[in-house]
Nanobody, 123 residues
């Protein structure tokens, strides 16, 4: 089970940190990712991180502004967001995948999903 928290309202240029707490499995065995879905749009990839945190990957529009990290002792993955823009407004979802320790940027790459947390950025 994945449970996101930390969403809310921010002003443009501001920051938020999302958290995703995992339970019911061996967290360190999963590649984790963050996706987002804006109204009327498809769910899109934001960031991913390897099982040990040794590698990570980002969608181009967030690279340099967002940082994904994980704490395997706490079974938690984070998404630190800086320099927020109105176009970052979306529901943000945490996702997990088993298998090989390689990056995945497609919705279909992930087996486990949280319920989402709303991020709203005002201009």
């Amino acid at each position: 089970q994945l449970v996101e928290s930390g969403g809310g309202l921010a002003q443009a240029g501001g920051s938020l940190r999302l958290s995703c707490a995992a339970s019911g499995g061996t967290f360190s065995g999963y590649v984790m990712g963050w996706f987002r879905q804006a109204p009327g749009k498809e769910r899109e990839f934001v960031a991913t991180i390897g099982r040990s945190g040794s590698w990570s990957g980002y969608e181009d529009s967030v690279r340099g502004r967002f940082t994904i990290s994980r704490d395997n002792a706490r079974n938690t993955v984070y998404l630190q967001m800086y320099g927020l823009k109105p176009e970052d407004t979306a529901v943000y979802y945490c996702a997990g995948r088993g298998g090989m320790d390689v990056a995945g940027n497609r919705v279909s790459d992930y087996q486990y999903w949280g319920q989402g947390t709303q991020v709203t950025v005002s201009a």
